[in-house]
């Protein structure tokens, strides 16, 4: 069971739009930590996409955005393409873990 | 750009150790936090500790606190893991990650295998 919660999959057609939520609570995301969210694409080492909520890394095309609201963060692709088929993880701080926690992951479908 | 490359992985019993390695270039590593993070086979992404760029702080995730030891050298651009007492559900592919401003996990590594067998 992840400290922060995932939906375990999303699919979406070619140049639609999906959100994946990541849910924590007030010792992690509610206290103020910032949320960062990675892609991993199959066989591959993860990859920082979004960091600070809503920055996108280096090199991220701007269909990629993050939002945080509460206890609560959100990933939103738009125009979706093949090559964003992956699993997609959110990160937070944890003060009662005085560590960091991970979402359970999220596979994302590109039917 | 940065780079880095962990090594020592490899099929160990129950109970015995190892030690990781995470060579770094392309940036100045003494000026940076740096993280463990491991993936066991089909599963998702575990935090499992954290070390400042002058070893002032450390921390480790429960699952491996006693056991798991932090540390790097910044003469010789790297950090390590040193596994004691493994347990087969310590079997994962480890990351090192460097610490971003933020926190953020901003460069991967790609990884290596432990693998906690009879």
């Known amino acids: 069971q992840s400290v922060l919660t995932q939906p375990p999959s999303v699919s979406g057609a070619p140049g639609q739009r999906v959100i994946i939520s990541c849910t924590g609570s007030?010792?992690?995301?509610?206290?103020?930590?910032?949320v960062h969210w990675y892609q991993q694409l199959p066989g591959t080492a993860p990859k920082l996409l979004i960091y600070s909520n809503n920055i996108r890394a280096p090199g991220v095309p701007d269909r990629f955005s993050g939002s945080k609201s509460g206890t609560s963060a959100s990933l939103a692709i738009t125009g979706l393409q093949a090559e964003d088929e992956a699993d997609y993880y959110c990160?937070?701080?944890?003060?009662?873990?005085?560590?960091?926690?991970f979402g359970g992951g999220t596979k994302l479908t590109v039917l | 750009e940065a780079q880095l490359v962990e090594s020592g992985g490899g099929l160990v019993q129950p109970g015995g150790s190892l030690r990781l390695s995470c060579a770094a270039s392309?940036?100045?590593?003494?000026?940076?936090?740096m993280n463990w993070v491991r993936q066991a086979p089909g599963k998702g992404l575990e935090w499992i500790s954290y070390?400042?760029?002058?070893?002032?702080?450390?921390y480790y995730a429960d699952s491996v606190k006693g056991r798991f030891t932090i540390s790097r050298d910044n003469a010789k651009n790297s950090l390590y893991l040193h596994l004691n007492n493994l347990r087969v559900e310590d079997t994962a592919v480890y990351y090192c990650a460097r610490g971003g401003g933020r926190w953020q996990h901003d460069y991967w590594g790609q990884g290596t295998l432990v693998t906690v067998s009879s």
């Open positions: 990160q937070s701080h944890d003060s009662s873990l005085s560590g960091w926690v």
């Open positions: 007030r010792s992690n995301i509610g206290a103020g930590y910032d």
């Open positions: 070390i400042t760029s002058t070893s002032s702080i450390i």
């Open positions: 392309g940036f100045t590593f003494s000026s940076y936090s």
